[in-house]
């Protein structure tokens, strides 16, 4: 019993309040063929109730089902499917998401509150284990390199069903997730044996079978399943049967048997096959009568050379999992509408021994963003129509490794934008491609190698760095990160370089990376200063350019302007709006250094900058120039301190 319900039922008697009990209050009635189905109905307040199909779904039934102890529920049945009840209706428009231990916890209009007649009462087909008996273990029939062929006994099985199927699966210990095969059974036919092939296997795997029973009822489309028999272990065989007509690859290159254009040997003569549909199917049934793993591509066109003997085969199909050519459909022995330039050609698949591994594998150097490696050159065959490397690199956390494809030619790569200060590992394998095909032959990756990066001194100093002689006696410097990729680390601080002009240069040490700006106070009225300004993370980076700040002779009140729409509404606000130029002059003179132009908040104005609060004013600037050219816009209102 829920929570909820012994809650009630403790502080609500005297309302005559009842809730659903687990298992007591719920069950299926009028169940034909089990006591697995039937008619739902509730029990509240002491009498048995149905229950509405309006939006009665399999989330409804899953939870009723649940309730009565099945594990699951097969499908919702409608329109009283199992006959009309005859009490109340207790429950309408219910709308369960499967989740709830108890039908109550549903929405639903509330108890007996229905537009519904029992013509619509609501039914459920649940999930049991002891409906349908478990089969016996399957037994192998046949097997080939690429097949297995199992028989099964069929189970007893219940009454007035109206469909059966049998689902096999199969896997191998590698397998991540196991595979099906559907066979649709037949009721009228009165079978005690069925039996599949598997096709599309690994050659020489062993595998895990197994086999169950699933049956459906009347106005119910999902299966009911049973339980699956034991498993049956078994192997696909290792080489193809015994051929009568031997098949051979002709190329020109002998270090890559595995490749070259296809001949067979029939009436004491060797003839070629040709192109017409055939395909990388028709291209493994021949790479297994060769004990290849499997085929890589089918080449037509005469690619490995023209044959001068007969045309043997045309239009070879291949498809009901063959092991050998003969058994293959084609026009037959000799009949053809094809040249020789349609001699089709072959690529299977080697031996892991055949692709090698890269030699000598190593770290050359680590830096903070990178690391370079190195190896020795790997010798690809000079049939390979195209070959590489496939570098492999990650990090903790990382979902997916990432990769750098490197030139067959090559002997060291550096791997670049790395996080500084990580663990990396690295490794690196060979891919080949021989002729047209597009599929890769790949090596095995080498043992991996683990580098960590390391800080270093930035190569980039600070960017937007200027300075502002903010009065006689003061400098404000102001600056932005280095750019990311010349970091080269965590920035930990700057060094700020200030010299007077015969003087000592005098450095301030700014820690942290938070910061942007420094005001230099206590210099010399009307003397000029070289400021210069570097960033360090471990090491000290290189110097920013110097520029040069000349500080006035004296102070002098500073020149505040409001203009705009933002304006304060003085007539000058007004007046400034509509003109196409504005032209101010800071300081007493043209001869006196104006400094910069402000806003109230702070931030910066430019120089004919159409956003005027970017930029800023370099020394010696006498004259701010706002909107040349243009009608002032909202975007140039404000207040501006000339200081």
Request: proline share 5%; with cysteine; charged share 20%.
């Amino acid at each position: 019993m829920s929570w909820k319900c012994r809650l009630l039922a403790a502080v609500c008697l005297a309302v005559n309040l009842y809730c659903l009990h687990a298992q007591e209050d719920v069950r299926l009635v009028n169940g034909t063929f089990g006591p697995h189905m039937g008619r739902v109905e509730v029990l509240y307040n002491g009498t048995w109730g149905t229950i509405c199909d309006d939006f009665w779904s399999f989330s409804d039934a899953r939870v009723a089902c649940r309730m009565m102890g099945f594990s699951d529920a097969v499908c919702s049945i409608p329109r009283a499917r199992f006959g009309e009840g005859a009490g109340p209706i207790w429950m309408d428009n219910l709308r369960c998401s499967g989740r709830e231990t108890s039908l109550e916890d549903c929405p639903f209009n509330g108890w007996g509150i229905n537009s519904c007649n029992h013509n619509e009462d609501a039914g459920a087909i649940c999930a049991t284990d002891d409906i349908l008996e478990t089969p016996e273990p399957p037994t192998l029939v046949g097997s080939t390199t690429s097949s297995l062929s199992v028989q099964w006994k069929v189970p007893s099985l219940p009454d007035n069903i109206t469909a059966l199927r049998f689902r096999v699966q199969y896997e191998t210990d590698e397998s991540i997730f196991p595979r099906i095969v559907f066979l649709t059974a037949s009721l009228t036919d009165n079978r005690t044996t069925y039996n599949t092939t598997i096709r599309r296997l690994v050659r020489d795997t062993e595998y895990t079978v197994r086999v169950r029973a699933e049956v459906r009822y009347p106005f119910c489309f999902s299966y009911l399943p049973g339980n699956y028999s034991e498993s049956l272990t078994v192997s696909t065989n290792a080489t193809v049967g015994p051929s009568s007509i031997p098949v051979r690859l002709v190329s020109s290159d002998p270090s890559t048997p595995f490749l070259g254009r296809l001949e067979v040997f029939h009436d004491n003569k060797w003839g070629t096959v040709c192109d017409d549909f055939f395909s990388t199917r028709e291209a493994g049934v021949v790479c297994g009568m060769l004990n290849y793993t499997g085929a890589l591509c089918a080449v037509a066109r005469a690619r490995f050379g023209e044959g001068k003997d007969p045309i043997w085969m045309d239009d070879v199909r291949c498809l009901r999992g063959e092991e050998l050519l003969e058994e293959c459909t084609f026009r037959g022995w000799g009949v053809h509408n094809c040249q020789h330039d349609d001699d089709v050609g072959v690529v299977c698949r080697p031996g892991d021994e055949f692709v090698g591994t890269v030699a000598n594998f190593s770290i050359a150097g680590v830096g903070s963003t990178s690391v370079t490696l190195q190896w020795e050159p790997y010798s690809f065959p000079s049939s390979a129509s195209f070959a590489r490397y496939r570098i492999q690199y990650s990090r903790p956390g990382d979902f997916f490794p990432r990769t750098a494809v490197v030139s067959s030619t090559a002997t060291e790569y550096t791997v670049q934008r790395l996080v500084f200060g990580a663990n990396y590992t690295f490794t690196i394998r060979v891919e080949m491609r021989f002729s047209v095909c597009f599929t890769y032959l790949n090596g095995e990756y080498v043992d991996p190698l683990n580098a960590t990066t390391k800080e270093t001194a930035p190569t980039g100093p600070p960017t937007d760095f200027h300075v502002v002689v903010l009065n006689s006696t003061a400098v404000l410097v102001e600056w932005d990160l280095p750019l990311s990729t010349l970091r080269n680390g965590i920035i930990r601080g700057y060094k700020l370089f200030v010299q007077r002009e015969g003087g000592d240069e005098v450095t301030f040490n700014i820690k942290g990376n938070e910061t942007d700006s420094y005001t230099v106070t206590g210099r010399q009225p009307n003397t000029a200063y070289v400021v210069s300004i570097l960033a360090y993370t471990v090491e000290d980076g290189p110097r920013s350019i110097h520029l040069t700040a000349v500080t006035p002779s004296s102070d002098f009140v500073p020149t505040i302007v409001t203009f705009g729409l933002f304006g304060d509404g003085t007539d000058r606000a007004t007046r400034f709006t509509f003109q196409r130029q504005i032209r101010i002059f800071c300081g007493s003179g043209l001869s006196d250094v104006t400094l910069g132009w402000f806003f109230s908040n702070g931030s910066r104005v430019g120089i004919g900058r159409r956003d005027l609060r970017e930029g800023h004013f370099p020394n010696g600037t006498a004259v701010l120039d706002i909107g040349i050219g243009r009608r002032l816009t909202i975007c140039d209102a404000g207040t501006y301190t000339c200081v």
